[in-house]
């Protein structure tokens, strides 16, 4: 495929559909050049977290070890932003057929103040009944963002508990089965674009598989 440079700053930040209608990107405001079949690259993200999922288990990044992770942060008040990547990430999780299973979609929220693991479970209706939506206390939350460099803050806020919005980057990342980056996706992907890229890795696993047997 084409090389694709895309320009992942500080700037360009979404606040709901308030701003460009959507997109937020930010990787430490680095430059990155994105080749489809060769990840070089990507820089190093992700990393250990121990949070909290929509039914009161601690989950940490190990237990997903042998799988590949979606990663999305973002929060349950979100007006549209988040809605729509988390739409898309379910319905590529679908396109996918039997091999969903080898694939762990993870919601992280970026607002644990409003996010308890009750609303978590509330939320978990909407979306994909694989995924697994995680919060913490603040500084656990923090630890995760800081590992995958999101962004977020609040946006308006205004001296109440339920009235604000978040200033907050929209990346889904695609860890491989030992945590490491090799993709990533804006959250306005197509899901048919999303599966495919996934099945390209399982792809590659599979022939990695057969030559390891062939050579034992």
């Given at each position: ?59 940490t990044d190990a237990e997903f070890r042998g799988k590949y992770m979606l990663v999305y942060f973002g929060y ?141």
């Amino acid at each position: 495929m084409n090389l694709r440079l895309l320009r992942l700053t500080l700037t360009g930040l979404a606040i709901g559909s308030l701003i460009f209608g959507g997109a937020a990107y930010y990787i430490s405001g680095k430059s990155i050049n994105f080749n489809q079949d060769q990840q070089t690259a990507l820089p190093t993200l992700g990393g250990d977290f121990s949070l909290v999922d929509q039914h009161g288990k601690t989950r940490t990044d190990a237990e997903f070890r042998g799988k590949y992770m979606l990663v999305y942060f973002g929060y349950t008040f979100c007006p549209d932003i988040c809605p729509l990547g988390l739409r898309n990430i379910s319905s590529a999780i679908d396109l996918l057929g039997r091999d969903k299973d080898q694939v762990a979609p993870l919601f992280i929220t970026i607002d644990p103040e409003r996010d308890t693991v009750e609303s978590l479970n509330s939320y978990a209706s909407t979306i994909h009944s694989s995924f697994i939506l995680l919060t913490g206390s603040q500084q656990e939350i923090d630890t995760a963002t800081k590992a995958y460099n999101v962004y977020a803050a609040k946006a308006r806020p205004d001296g109440t508990v339920a009235e604000y919005l978040m200033d907050h980057s929209s990346l889904v990342y695609l860890m491989d089965r030992d945590g490491k980056l090799v993709d990533f996706f804006a959250h306005t992907e197509e899901p048919q674009k999303i599966a495919d890229r996934i099945s390209r890795f399982l792809i590659q696993d599979m022939k990695k598989s057969s030559i390891k047997r062939h050579h034992k």
